[in-house]
């Protein structure tokens, strides 16, 4: 169900049939110590391509990057986009999908940061980026962040899901385990109620973190693979039963 995999022959038959397309957006941000910085787009894809094999409808390849925090900007290996870079990405893609006769499209992102004015800058991004094409009518964008589904009877110590804790933690457990260094787990369970990173000024980044520092928040400590097993399939149960819904309208 990848785009990636099939032929402009195999794209042009699905379309004959089909007029939907899934998009992973990721990001490239630190984790905190024990998660990598790939953990927004692993999560992403593979939701992605799971609700692809449950619904039918092809996975285009997915985009790495987003907007990052500006606090996170000098952690190692953080790299994204500016918010009109993301939107310009995002719009030049639909604008050439859409040419082809692809008229639906469920924008999957893993990822969520706050910047200037914005609650949810990487989301607002993505929004932005369909306005055009939704005020023309030439198409259906939908917005699928899974942290916005209810799994408060699965976590046990998180109200909301965390930078790096409990919840994100048990996700790469139960989908990457090799990449998750147990070793380095630690809890910061004060950092979300204190400033974010306190350590910089307004909560932008002035200097390399000291060595000491953490970078995730919440209780990465009360992960576990099973846990990331159940909240997976919640959040794919969930979004198949949303796009199905859109899918039948």
């Not at 006769?101 to 924008?107: A, M, T």
Request: glycine share 10%.
């Amino acid at each position: 169900m990848r785009v990636s995999d099939l032929t402009w022959c195999q794209v042009r038959e699905y379309l004959r049939g089909k007029k939907s397309l899934i998009l992973p957006i990721g990001s490239c941000e630190q984790h905190g110590r024990h998660l990598p910085l790939s953990t927004d787009v692993i999560i992403t894809q593979e939701l992605a391509e799971r609700v692809a094999e449950e619904t039918g409808i092809v996975c285009a390849p997915g985009i790495g990057y987003g907007v990052n925090l500006p606090c996170d900007r000098l952690m190692y290996g953080t790299a994204g986009l500016s918010f009109d870079t993301l939107r310009g990405v995002v719009g030049d893609l639909i604008q050439d999908w859409a040419r082809q006769g692809f008229k639906r499209f469920y924008l999957l992102t893993g990822h969520g940061c706050s910047l200037g004015s914005f609650g949810f800058a990487h989301q607002e991004a993505l929004k932005e980026a369909s306005r055009p094409f939704l005020i023309r009518g030439d198409i259906e964008a939908y917005l699928i962040f899974p942290y916005w589904i209810d799994i408060s009877d699965l976590a046990e110590k998180e109200k909301q899901t965390e930078h790096a804790g409990e919840v994100e933690t048990s996700l790469i457990m139960h989908l990457r385990p090799e990449l998750v260094k147990a070793r380095e787990i630690r809890d910061n369970p004060e950092a979300h109620e204190e400033a974010e990173f306190k350590v910089f000024p307004e909560g932008i980044q002035r200097d390399f973190p000291e060595d000491d520092f953490s970078g995730g928040e919440g209780y990465p400590s009360s992960a576990s693979a099973e846990k990331g097993e159940k909240i997976f399939s919640r959040f794919v149960e969930r979004i198949v039963e949303f796009v199905k819904a859109r899918e039948k309208a």
